[in-house]
C-alpha cells in the first residue's frame, strides 16, 4: 500500500519537528538559531533538497539567514519521464520514509552549519574550482549524515544476523 500524500506530508512535518533541534545540537548548535528556517515543497530537478544561504556581505562572511528546503516529491518517487513518476521503496513504508527524510535533513543541515559556521571558506581556500568546492561540501554534507544516521538513530543491528 502506497503512502498517501497527506500521510507524507504528516510524516515529514513530524521528522523535522522530532529532530531537528537534536540534529543541531549534535553539530554543535545548541539553539535554533532565528535565521534558520526549514520549508516542503515542490521540485522541477531531482534534487532531495536544498539549503539556501544569504548572507550580509560579499565576502560571506556573516550568514543572514538560511532556507533548507526538502522536496518530498523527489525523496518518494523517481522521475523517469516528465510525466512518469515511479514510487520509491520509502513510499511503501513509514519506516523508510522516516528514514530517508532524516537522512535528507540531516544533510541539508550539515550545510546550514558549514555556512553558520564559516566552514566553508575552508573549502575556498582548498581549492580553485568552483565545481570542486561544491563537490567537497557536498561530501562532507553526505558523509555527515551518513553517521549521524549510524550512530544516533539506526544502529544497524548486525549481530543479529549471525544468530
Ligand atoms: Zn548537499
Known amino acids: ?9 504528516s510524516i515529514a512535518k513530524e521528522v523535522i519537528d522530532r529532530y531537528i533541534l537534536f540534529i543541531l545540537k549534535k553539530l554543535g548548535i545548541w ?4 535565521n534558520l528556517c526549514v520549508r516542503l ?6 534534487a532531495f533538497g536544498v539549503c539556501l544561504t544569504y548572507f ?3 565576502e560571506k562572511n556573516e550568514l543572514a539567514a ?6 518530498l516529491s523527489n525523496i518518494t518517487c523517481i522521475r523517469i519521464f516528465n ?27 550539515r550545510h546550514y552549519w558549514q555556512y553558520y559556521t564559516g ?40 549481530a543479529w544476523l549471525s544468530q
Open 119 to 158: 566552514e566553508h571558506k575552508k573549502y575556498h581556500r582548498m581549492t580553485k574550482g568552483i565545481y570542486q568546492k561544491v563537490l567537497l561540501l557536498e561530501v562532507d554534507a553526505e558523509n555527515w549524515a551518513e553517521e549521524f544516521l549510524s550512530a544516533y538513530v539506526l544502529k544497524p543491528r548486525i
Open 41 to 46: 515543497a515542490d521540485a522541477n530537478d531531482d
Open 31 to 34: 539553539e535554533k538559531p532565528e
Open 66 to 71: 538560511a532556507v533548507v528546503v526538502l522536496y
Open 1 to 9: 500500500m502506497l503512502l498517501a500524500k497527506s500521510e507524507i506530508m
Open 56 to 58: 550580509k556581505d560579499q
Open 83 to 109: 510525466w512518469f513518476r515511479l514510487p520509491r521503496l520509502c513510499m511503501f513504508s513509514k519506516k523508510l520514509l522516516e528514514r530517508k527524510i532524516l537522512h535528507v535533513l540531516a544533510h541539508e543541515l
